[in-house]
């Protein structure tokens, strides 16, 4: 028999605040900045998601931060009042990590093991951040990734996409889960690691789409879901409408097709541009632009690496090198005179490079694959659903932020100046 399937108050304000949060983004910063609030206080100051917390090591990292987001936004609130909250801490790296902290008021009330979603969002977290530093930045496969347009619009970076998409993915497997997990041993278990991949997919087209058209369906859809299921009576099940799981299955093929045409008339768009700017016969106007600008960010990285190659240049990056420098042509031709080494997470590999040597970036890709190692191996467990080692995988992502946030990554508009 299937367990029940139950929204509370606590489900429901975090649902609607989703859904407030994506969509003032495209109309009213301030309902943006409201819900954003009310997001991380719900995530936060839960009860049952406390007591939960209390109970687990790992779990009280993921608190800590979430309390941290919360008093970065209202900092960067006070600082760019007009700025979206994800757009006003500079980078979008405190969003994602908020947009899974969100998420465990549903983990803790619901039946399935809190352990292995939690990893899950975290394994999503990861490759969002691979798939922003991978090599194909530079052939700008990323939409929307200027945060100097404060905009009152979504411009999350590749990173940013692909972490809220795996939390609305989340969200979606908890909604219908019945349709991708199954029972075993008294915990809920993926049913086939290939609708993981449909769901999560989907909503990475959605949000890398960047269209009205994407969002509404994805917020028509999602409440449509939960309206299909019939009110649950006292004592008894609810009864399961079959069309609820088709029509996921619908808005994940909308969202493979609609996105990846998307994507690829905007990737093809723009790398024509590219392409046109590359082959003036002006070399200022590559050089400006903003591949140009990363070819230079990769150039000056890697000449700073090479002075120190074994142990790195310690706590000073490459921005606070370039600065010290003075050297003009690692500035970018606008009127602030900004450093090219943006201050969100391009080109992150060679700054841990820059920073920490051979030896530390070797120690770090070591030590995150052990992490996905072991991850893998706990996901395939079937005698132990408890198996899943969320410790160690946490502690990866604290240590990926702390180097490409804490440790003086983040510039403020300020120290670009000339």
Known sequence: MQPSFHLSKA??????LIHLYAFSAWFNPILNHLAFIGLAGLGTLHRPTR???????????AMGFAVLILALSLKGMLEFPHALPGQALTTSKWVLLSGFAFLLPWLSNSRIKPENLFGLALLGLLIGMLLHTAPGKLLRFNIGSDHTNWQPHFQFSTAGMAGLSGGLSLLGLLMFKERFFEEKNGAWRLKGPLWLIAVYLSGYMLIASQSRISWLALGVTLPLGLLLRRKKAKGTQPVKRPHTANLMMLVVAFALIFGAWKNLAIFQERMTRDLEV???????????????LRLKMMEFGLQSFSEHPILGWGNRGSASIAKEKGNERYRSPEPDGRLIWFPHLHNTYLEILVRFGGVGFLMFIAALLSSVLRLKRSLREETNPNA???????????LFFAICGLAGFQIMQEEWRA
């Open 388 to 398: 899943l080692n969320v410790g160690v995988f946490t502690g990866m992502g604290l």
């Open 278 to 292: 590359f082959s003036a016969t002006k070399t200022e106007r590559f050089e400006g632009s903003s591949t140009g």
């Open 11 to 16: 489900h429901r304000a975090g649902f609607f």
């Open 51 to 61: 007591a939960w917390l209390i109970q687990r090591t790992e779990a009280r990292c």
